[in-house]
């Protein structure tokens, strides 16, 4: 799958930053690919890109619309069809990353085929996997774990791999969601696999590969998320991560969209997510706690920082603001590189 | 989905009971509904049934050739086509459980319609589920859990519901694999669901009920098992259970097929079980513990059963020799019911 590039990004009738995580990925890890933003008239979110109709932005030589925001229960809501049309008469690929495929819209597949473009949708591998194995196989992996959903893993994960490249390791950035498969222009979004095979997936994801040499893994979910815990469980045993990475966001009381569900405490996240892991790496722990710190003011992020470091003697940062040279570290010191 | 009964069981090339465990169950759970088995020549695995072919089977009123066998992978084998394609040609319907589906055989689909013929593939649900809401609904729900695949979660909950309905409550088995909805003739195969959808398919298999209904939902998986315990996870996060019991076959050391995996202990499985289903429902216990004793002698029965009520105070059964009364005892105490 080579997605075609630049990317003008529809936003829909998006409302808040988290709906549009996938657009603001984009806009942030790959800027050079990104030529604007598109919304409805709903639509309140404003990524700070040029507004561009499909037509303005296939003249300065867009090559897909790419849907930029994720709707609960994944569809693709009638509202935006006459967009996705649009674009394709402006000559525009179509990039989804939704549960439903393109194609399932009526009339969209016959419409593009006339035209001469392609339907893309990263959610769906279009392969068949095997079931997990639990066999150890060379090569290091991180997996960057939640608190909840949309809390900073892929983001985290992205920082992680570039600096590690930065210090001379050996990393590839390893998708498992919709978003950073557009980034990476590759992976599998394991939320869409069939339950039976999430492990194996996992496993065919981050192959055997040099010793020395690691894959960051996108993490997916939470393990106490009452949705989509099992996606995180089968994530972690496939991935058999010697390192773990816990993303959060202090101001998260609750899962995001289940006020009924508490999250545990971080103590406890962590002994829930090494249970899991030990069950096919018994060498898995954490080495870091990457906090999102946005909406924090200095004192109380200073504040975090230092009582969470105390209490698990691990580096806490925040990836937009520090990078995660201090997470690197910890990695250099403990997995040593030949080239180190 | 209304299969076509009564059934041939189709026990393919198997050479052990575990393999042929979807034919043996129809067998001991809805005898009435099998009229004979048929087999390859290298199959070495005896139910106990008339043998016949598709077209005996065809003269005695037989409605559908079930597959009874489950091989790794969940691939129909090439060998067994010939046989599928004889029992269309003799006027039966095909039922599979595979992850492959019938239609996928060439030229099977075309011949099933040119004879006026169905090919139902029960694992595949034919539906889109909603995520997991978390959202308690009213009804009594038991899970059973395993220490491993294929070790008695599904005769223990068939255990249970008929015991319950004996003792006069109101119970329904709920099938979450194939042999369970090929003997309750509905249900959900949750290791084929999408992995995003297991926690909000198992909520669809368990609806809202009266305050005092029971559903028994056959388990899957194991939370330990390197390659299937996410659908574990979503299976009781969705579930909600009220009560679980454990299942356990005391001879397994190690997860079958995965020698590498050893099992945890009891105690340890159990803690691992409460921690998952308390994310869901805050008051979910264990209830019972339900013994494979098959291959034991009567002192080292007895020995465990002993040592283990004492440790876990709680009634240690074996479904195929005791019932399950000595669970529902425990249900009927802790959970009256209006009518009892």
């Not at 630049?6 to 890890?29: I, M, N, Q, V």
């Not at 990104?34 to 639509?43: E, H, K, N, R």
């Not at 006020?259 to 898995?284: D, F, I, S, W």
């Not at 580096?315 to 690197?328: F, H, L, T």
């Amino acid at each position: 799958m080579q997605l075609t590039r630049p990317y003008l990004l529809f936003l829909g009738e998006a409302t808040s930053f988290l709906d549009a995580k996938t657009a603001a990925g984009l806009r942030d890890w790959c800027p050079a690919d990104v030529v604007g933003q598109y919304a409805l008239p709903a639509c309140s979110v404003d990524l700070g890109l040029p507004v561009l109709t499909p037509a303005e932005a296939a003249a300065r030589g867009a090559g897909s619309l790419v849907i930029g925001v994720a709707p609960v229960g994944g569809a693709i809501p009638p509202a935006w069809w006459p967009t996705l049309f649009a674009a394709l008469e402006a000559g525009l690929d179509l990039v989804s990353g939704m549960h439903t495929r393109l194609g399932d819209i009526p009339g969209l597949a016959a419409e593009a085929a006339r035209r001469g473009r392609q339907l893309f949708d990263v959610r769906h591998a279009g392969r068949h996997f095997s079931a997990g194995t639990g066999q150890k196989r060379s090569g290091r992996r991180l997996l960057t774990v939640g608190m909840d959903c949309a809390i900073g893993k892929k983001y985290t994960a992205l920082t992680l791999a570039r600096d590690l490249a930065a210090r001379g390791c050996a990393a590839d950035f390893r998708a498992t969601g919709q978003t950073g498969i557009m980034i990476a222009g590759r992976g599998v979004a394991i939320d869409a696999v069939v339950a039976d095979f999430i492990a194996g997936a996992a496993e065919w994801l981050s192959p055997a590969n040099a010793a020395d040499h690691w894959d960051v893994v996108e993490g997916q979910g939470a393990l106490f998320h009452p949705a989509y815990a099992g996606v995180t469980l089968g994530l972690i045993h496939g991935t058999q991560p010697d390192a773990l990475v816990l993303c959060h966001d202090p101001l998260r009381a609750t899962i995001d969209d289940y006020p009924h569900c508490p999250l545990p405490t971080l103590a406890e996240a962590m002994r829930q997510y090494l249970t899991a892991a030990h069950v096919t790496n018994a060498a898995a722990r954490f080495v870091g706690i990457s906090l999102d710190t946005s909406r924090l003011d200095a004192a109380r992020r200073d504040a975090l920082r230092r009582d969470w470091e105390a209490e698990f003697g691990l580096p806490v940062i925040d990836p937009v603001r520090d990078g995660a040279m201090r997470i690197v570290d910890v990695l250099l010191r403990e997995f040593p590189c030949a080239s180190n």
